[in-house]
């Protein structure tokens, strides 16, 4: 018996200026999918996100953590804190389908004296530093300094390190004083 059906093959969005994001956060927690190890895992939710992105134009964020290589005593003395696609955390396959990587290092956690020019010292748990590690269409390795406010989620960029006059009402802010910043 022939019998004639509609097939999906191809997707036209209701409305085609609409963004549809799909966030994973973060992947570590992930349940394991029928027998398969939690690297096998991220690495089939890598392949779906993949579909997603090329087919229907969705837009995958995934949250993933650096492995404790890239977070231990070793890194600090060795200076390597800086998130990088090698340092994933569970798989590394992610990195290779991605098409923005950012990273986001808070040498506080550190203890770090100084990093990229700034105090942290001063600025303690209030900075963050936003790094491109990759980005196939542009500029990849860039840095932004930011000013972290962990009780209310807010983020705003850092003056200028060498920017003394600027960076001291960031200090004062953080120090309790009355700082206009």
Do not use: W
């Amino acid at each position: 018996i022939e019998e004639e059906r509609k097939a999906f093959d191809y997707y036209v969005p209701n409305d085609p200026k609409e963004y549809v994001f799909i966030l994973v956060d973060h992947v570590s927690l992930l349940e394991n999918e029928r027998g398969m190890t939690l690297r096998e895992t991220i690495n089939k939710l890598s392949e779906y996100m993949i579909i997603l992105r090329n087919k229907y134009n969705y837009i995958p964020v995934v949250v993933q953590q650096q492995g404790t290589e890239t977070s231990n005593l070793d890194a600090y003395k060795a200076g390597k804190i800086r998130p990088t696609m090698a340092g994933l955390s569970d798989s590394k396959y992610t990195a290779k389908d991605c098409s923005v990587m950012l990273g986001i290092t808070n040498p506080y956690s550190f203890e770090i004296p100084e990093y990229l020019g700034y105090n942290i010292r001063n600025l303690k748990g209030y900075a963050r530093f936003l790094e491109v590690v990759l980005n196939r269409e542009g500029q990849s390795n860039e840095v932004l300094p930011l000013y972290f406010d962990g009780a209310t989620n807010y983020f705003v960029p850092l003056p200028n390190a060498k920017d003394v006059a600027k960076l001291q009402k960031v200090y004062n802010l953080i120090q309790g004083f009355n700082g206009d910043y």
